[in-house]
T-cell receptor
Framework: KAGVTQTPRYLIKTRGQQVTLSCSPI?????VSWYQQTPGQGLQFLFEYFSETQRNKGNFPGRFSGRQFSNSRSEMNVSTLELGDSALYLC???????????????FGAGTRLSVL | EDQVTQSPEALRLQEGESSSLNCSYT??????LFWYRQDPGKGPEFLFTLYSAGEEKEKERLKATLTKKESFLHITAPKPEDSATYLC???????????FGTGTQLKVEL
């Protein structure tokens, strides 16, 4: 069974540009979450999508946005890139069975974004 | 504000030297406590999830326990391949938002 796939694995951008990252969840998983990982702040929650709707949102500026498609695949977009956006961006998917609290999130390998 | 704190930040062990990692949390309405392992350049790998105080889970040399205020990851007779960063995270509220600690970087030497 294929795991969570994130593309691209590495990206180099310059300040002011925008970027789109992609995430394909495990087959059958309906929830997709995004996290930012930096050495100083650790792993921080960006947002979660379920059935094409944003269900949760972290404390990030509006430059960070996302969406989910009908096949559960998700994209996140960062506009007007800043140097501080350099990080590992991780996507996680979970089955999210209704009525079950036992939703395990499985992570992809991440996209390493460098902003110059 | 929900907070998860891990200690120590870094731990160096000799092969076979058992130890414990700590994860304390101040979150309201904790629905689950998760442990992940992360190797350099990779995403976190799921290890355990605990749902109620007193619960314990084991996998090979690892054992996770949960109390009302903290969780421990016990490592028995570690091997060099156990070297990694161990992350704990709590999930609260609706949905699957995880609040992570900053991790414990474990190094096991021969």
């Amino acid at each position: 069974k294929a795991g969570v796939t994130q593309t691209p694995r590495y990206l180099i951008k310059t300040r002011g540009q925008q970027v789109t990252l992609s995430c394909s969840p495990i087959s059958g998983h309906r929830s997709v979450s995004w996290y930012q990982q930096t050495p100083g702040q650790g792993l921080q929650f960006l947002f979660e999508y379920f059935s094409e709707t944003q269900r949760n949102k972290g404390n990030f500026p509006g430059r960070f946005s996302g969406r989910q498609f009908s096949n559960s695949r998700s994209e996140m977009n960062v506009s007007t890139l800043e140097l501080g956006d350099s990080a590992l961006y991780l996507c996680a998917s979970s089955l999210d069975n209704r009525g079950s609290i036992k939703n395990i999130q499985y992570f992809g390998a991440g996209t390493r974004l460098s902003v110059l | 504000e929900d907070q998860v704190t891990q200690s120590p930040e870094a731990l160096r062990l000799q092969e076979g030297e058992s130890s414990s990692l700590n994860c304390s949390y101040t979150v309201s309405g904790l629905r689950g406590l998760f442990w992940y392992r992360q190797d350099p350049g990779k995403g976190p790998e799921f290890l355990f999830t605990l749902y109620s105080a007193g619960e314990e889970k084991e996998k090979e040399r690892l054992k996770a326990t949960l109390t009302k205020k903290e969780s421990f990851l016990h490592i028995t007779a570690p091997k060099p391949e156990d070297s990694a960063t161990y992350l704990c995270a709590g999930v609260t509220g609706g949905g699957n938002k995880l609040t992570f600690g900053t991790g414990t970087q474990l190094k096991v030497e021969l």
